[in-house]
């Protein structure tokens, strides 16, 4: 399938979907283009993602909405998605059913949102419009204009457990193999290359750039009650938040060193693919895969086609934390156009968070401007 033949898929399921809500619930699933605020608002913690929940939708209304979903994504993301809202479940039993964080129930398969940017009616293939799906480790978003998809960032992964047991003594890893190649990878490195990668021994306690809307040069791990859409006001959560967060980086034995190392900068930290062998690049394409793999094959082929040939050389590989198996890490993948990042530290390295952005066209704010400097 085209992009363009996409985009047309996305707008008759966004259509198809809209059609079957009523009228409160439309006024809820959609904002007016371009509502930027709220379009650049994302988020991958248990909060209100902001749109119409499943739990809002009758069943067929739910079908549509995953029906667009799943065009947005590759068939294996959309399987890893689905199964990443699945293990809700697994996590409420974990957390011994606790009803907390002001919901009726603390984890919940239906706390997913969808929301539709602009009005793809009337808009249709030509946009721009947009649409976004999200709840607790899941954030999908496509910007559609001039006839194609344009921007399909930030997107955001998460499992919680990253490993759970099935009968038979099998493993459900819905990220693992992401997590597997980039142990090979470092793994592999020589003394020389271990010293240009792994960047400090201690991984930060999440993801460095959090659900900043835009990443800049300095950018730290945020605090967990920062990633919500509003603050707690209940000083038991509030406090609760603010302690899981400290409480973390005591058990990790984070130190300033540590948070200073890992640190955002726009110039790539890390080893570039250039120092590493044939084999080890071929491991660190197939990790790039898994990455850009989750969205359709015609927009996975057009972002591999940026790190084809020798721009490949430029893809940066950068490891903080243990190199063991099942231990605490982190890492991330940075070239121009590019960030991949990765952290499983939290329940002892045994809940992944994980996020593919583009520093320069987020949201497709980077086209947009250029669209608009060329027809306004």
Same mark, same amino acid.
């Given at each position: 399938?085209?992009?363009?033949?996409?985009?047309?898929?996305?707008?008759?399921?966004?259509?198809?979907?809209?059609?079957?809500?009523?009228?409160? $619930?439309?006024? $809820?699933?959609?904002?007016?283009?371009?509502?930027?605020?709220?379009?650049?608002?994302?988020?991958?913690?248990?909060?209100?993602?902001?749109?119409?929940?499943?739990?809002?939708?009758?069943?067929?209304? $739910?079908?549509?909405?995953?029906?667009?979903?799943?065009?947005?994504?590759?068939?294996?993301?959309?399987?890893?998605?689905?199964?990443?809202?699945?293990?809700?479940?697994?996590?409420?039993?974990?957390?011994? %059913?606790?009803?907390? %964080?002001?919901?009726?129930?603390?984890?919940?398969?239906?706390?997913?949102?969808?929301?539709?940017?602009?009005?793809?009616?009337?808009?249709?293939?030509?946009?721009? &419009?947009? &649409?976004?799906?999200?709840?607790?480790?899941?954030?999908?978003?496509?910007?559609? *204009?001039?006839?194609?998809?344009?921007?399909?960032?930030?997107?955001?992964?998460?499992?919680?457990?990253?490993?759970?047991?099935?009968?038979?003594?099998?493993?459900?890893?819905?990220?693992?193999?992401?997590?597997? *190649?980039?142990?090979?990878?470092?793994?592999?490195?020589?003394?020389?290359?271990?010293?240009?990668?792994?960047?400090?021994?201690?991984?930060?306690?999440?993801?460095?750039?959090?659900?900043?809307?835009?990443?800049?040069?300095?950018?730290?791990?945020?605090?967990?009650?920062?990633?919500?859409?509003?603050?707690?006001?209940?000083?038991?959560?509030?406090?609760?938040?603010?302690?899981?967060?400290?409480?973390?980086?005591?058990?990790?034995?984070?130190?300033?060193?540590?948070?200073?190392?890992?640190?955002?900068?726009?110039?790539?930290?890390?080893?570039?693919?250039? %120092?590493?062998?044939?084999? $080890?690049?071929?491991?660190?394409?197939?990790?790039?895969?898994?990455?850009?793999?989750?969205?359709?094959?015609?927009?996975?082929?057009?972002?591999?086609?940026?790190?084809?040939?020798?721009?490949?050389?430029?893809?940066?590989?950068? %490891?903080?934390?243990?190199?063991?198996?099942?231990?605490?890490?982190?890492?991330?993948?940075?070239?121009?156009? *590019?960030?991949?990042?990765?952290?499983?530290?939290?329940?002892?390295?045994?809940?992944?968070?994980?996020?593919?952005?583009?520093?320069?066209?987020?949201?497709?704010?980077?086209?947009?401007?250029?669209?608009?400097?060329?027809?306004?």
């Amino acid at each position: 399938m085209t992009n363009g033949d996409l985009a047309a898929v996305m707008a008759e399921n966004a259509r198809a979907w809209l059609g079957s809500l009523n009228a409160a $619930q439309r006024a $809820q699933a959609m904002c007016p283009w371009p509502s930027d605020e709220e379009r650049h608002r994302w988020y991958y913690t248990p909060t209100d993602h902001g749109g119409l929940s499943l739990t809002q939708m009758r069943p067929g209304q $739910q079908g549509l909405a995953m029906r667009l979903l799943a065009s947005g994504l590759s068939d294996p993301g959309y399987v890893t998605v689905s199964t990443i809202i699945g293990l809700e479940n697994v996590l409420d039993k974990a957390d011994g %059913w606790e009803v907390d %964080w002001g919901r009726a129930r603390g984890r919940d398969p239906q706390q997913y949102w969808l929301r539709i940017f602009g009005d793809p009616h009337e808009a249709g293939t030509r946009g721009p &419009w947009s &649409w976004r799906f999200g709840g607790h480790h899941v954030s999908v978003q496509h910007l559609i *204009l001039d006839g194609a998809v344009q921007a399909s960032t930030p997107c955001f992964l998460g499992a919680d457990p990253a490993s759970s047991p099935f009968l038979g003594g099998l493993f459900l890893r819905p990220l693992g193999a992401t997590e597997d *190649l980039a142990g090979e990878l470092v793994r592999s490195l020589d003394g020389e290359q271990a010293a240009r990668a792994v960047l400090a021994p201690v991984a930060p306690v999440d993801l460095v750039t959090g659900n900043r809307p835009k990443i800049v040069d300095g950018d730290d791990v945020m605090p967990l009650g920062e990633l919500w859409r509003s603050r707690f006001t209940a000083p038991r959560l509030r406090d609760s938040v603010e302690a899981v967060h400290e409480m973390a980086e005591v058990r990790a034995g984070t130190r300033p060193e540590h948070r200073e190392a890992v640190r955002y900068s726009s110039q790539p930290k890390g080893i570039p693919a250039s %120092w590493l062998s044939a084999d $080890q690049q071929t491991v660190l394409r197939r990790l790039l895969g898994t990455f850009i793999d989750r969205v359709p094959r015609s927009l996975a082929e057009r972002e591999a086609e940026k790190y084809a040939g020798k721009r490949f050389d430029g893809v940066h590989f950068a %490891w903080a934390g243990s190199q063991e198996p099942g231990q605490p890490h982190y890492f991330r993948l940075q070239a121009p156009g *590019l960030l991949a990042e990765w952290d499983n530290t939290q329940r002892n390295g045994n809940h992944v968070h994980s996020v593919w952005r583009d520093p320069d066209n987020d949201f497709g704010d980077d086209v947009l401007a250029r669209h608009l400097a060329q027809f306004h």
